[in-house]
């Protein structure tokens, strides 16, 4: 396992977000460079953020090889993504852990399988680096040093190269070469249905919770499709209960955007209010719509909003992710017949008509049930005693005997 020398830290600056720390403490100037390109672009902080745990990781196997982040080569991006696969992902402890200094025992690799989880059906996440894991670091570190080529100011050869060229079978003379556009230590990551939560299972996970803010959000997510940290971004003003109507801003083109709602989920939201305004949470068209239930009053972050979800798994045995809510609600619009595609996809805010169409095939458990009720079809069919000759058609003996057998 890797020292865990360096940091991506916070700044402050919206100009600036973060920075990447080297195992000396010191600013990456290379990595502050290619944040900027990124900041030119319109990306947002937490894409900056994404790219800089990648970074980060990249930066601490260089640390401990004794590596220069200009003198990489191809081998070592090669021997970075055999690591990674192996690799144990470091843990890190709560934060009250850390401030008392209880160390975090290290996991196993040979604990990495997971075992599916008996509510929800699906494996909880490895020990190990996950398949998209490992192909946004490469799709990342491909980037960091095509940019840095671009500027004459890295290797003049790019350490994670794109794939090799694949030649079609020689079925016809002069069929053209196809190149891919991947990297070349670019795992292929599985198509993966959407992650809806069935009804029931619905219903139960709603009436655990034990606050009104918590079944508002949940009533929100499921019913907007919302992103869950866009639904945090609302103020107080863009509750429109009358239009049922409430402001977002979105995560990746950072647009206002005001999504429609289910009446239950405005009953909820004014339920929370009112006890949150005799608590003391501060009131205004201006101040932020979530916050948090003790005091100080804090405006609810995402990590707050999902630890509030985790309390509920570990209630009901489950692993539900606050993603999983709007997957539900993109299944649940998507399969009504009587709503265009389209208008999903203006809720959902894809940009591409083809993102909203991953929702339409049956979702697991219902892909379950079909093949079931299929196997007991053909069991009934077995148990049927035949009433026609073998080699015989029935309709063929039903025109002979005038349809009497």
Known sequence: MLAETGALAETGDPARPYVLLDSQGIVAVPVMAFFAELRACARPAATIRSYGMDLLRWWRFLSGWGIAW?????????????????APKPVRAHWRRRASGEVQPVRSVRSAASVPNPVTGRAAPGHLYSVSTRAHCETVLRS???????????????PFPAARERRPLPVEAGTPSRLSTGGRYRPSVPHRL???????RFNELFAALRHNRDRALLAFWVSNGA???????????????????????????????????????????????????????????????????????????????????????ELLGSNWTLHDLRHTAAYRMARDP?????????????????????????GRDEIVEAVRAHHERQTRQAQLPSTSAAG??????????????
């Open 338 to 362: 009587e709503l265009a595609l389209t208008d999903v996809q203006w809720v959902l805010g894809h940009a591409h008509l083809t993102t909203t169409q991953i929702y339409l095939p049956a």
């Open 194 to 200: 959407p992650r809806r939560i069935p009804d029931d």
């Open 144 to 158: 960091f040093y095509a940019f840095h080529l671009e500027e004459s100011t890295g290797p003049i050869i790019n």
């Open 392 to 405: 015989y058609r029935p309709e063929s003996l039903n025109d002979l005997f005038g349809g009497h057998l």
């Open 70 to 86: 200009d003198r990489a080569t191809p081998v070592d991006a090669r021997d970075f993504a055999r690591w990674m696969q192996i």
């Open 227 to 313: 992103r869950a940290s866009e639904l945090l971004t609302s103020r107080q003003r863009d509750a429109l209960p009358g239009e049922q109507l409430l402001g977002v801003i979105r995560k990746g083109t950072r647009a206002y955007q005001q999504l429609p709602s289910s009446p239950d989920a405005f009953v909820w939201l004014r339920l929370y209010q009112e006890e949150a305004w005799r608590a003391g949470v501060p009131r205004g068209a201006h101040e932020a719509l979530w916050w948090t239930l003790r005091r100080p009053f804090r405006p609810l972050g995402y990590h707050a909003a999902r630890a509030m979800l985790n309390r509920v798994n």
